[in-house]
């Protein structure tokens, strides 16, 4: 059977990088301190990111004033959304949806959560766009 996991290898390099940074720093910190990890980690592996980028949002045919603001985008095409929480809530969930559908070509988010005593993450899979 042909494995059909979406964007596979770099799926586990991302979340690879991830788990060495919770060995290293644990939980425990705010967002803000494992993002800076992450950059530095997407540096030494030569790995294509943007940080904190906005992306457009459309309501029918019309540009909105406000954008949303990605945690990462790397690989041109994965969402990263960082979190540090007790745990991945369905909200963080449904944010990540809602990116994935106005960002309108990407089709891949991970939700990673720094704040469990092991790396928790999520993949957000969007099959159809709206």
Do not use: W
């Amino acid at each position: 059977m042909e494995d059909k996991i979406l964007y596979k290898e770099e799926s586990y390099q991302l979340v690879g990088i991830c788990m060495k940074i919770h060995k290293i720093l644990g939980k425990g910190f705010k967002e803000i301190v494992y993002k800076d990890a992450m950059e530095v980690e997407f540096i030494r592996n030569t790995i294509l990111f943007e940080r904190e980028k906005p992306f457009d949002i459309y309501y029918e045919e019309t540009l909105l004033p406000h954008k949303f603001v990605a945690d990462f985008f790397v690989f041109d095409k994965i969402l990263i959304e960082v979190k540090a929480t007790t745990f991945i809530h369905a909200d963080n969930f449904r944010q990540t949806l809602n990116y994935l559908k106005a960002s309108r070509d990407i089709n891949l988010g991970i939700i990673i959560n720094f704040g469990k005593d092991q790396l928790e993450f999520k993949r957000v899979i969007l099959t159809t766009k709206s």
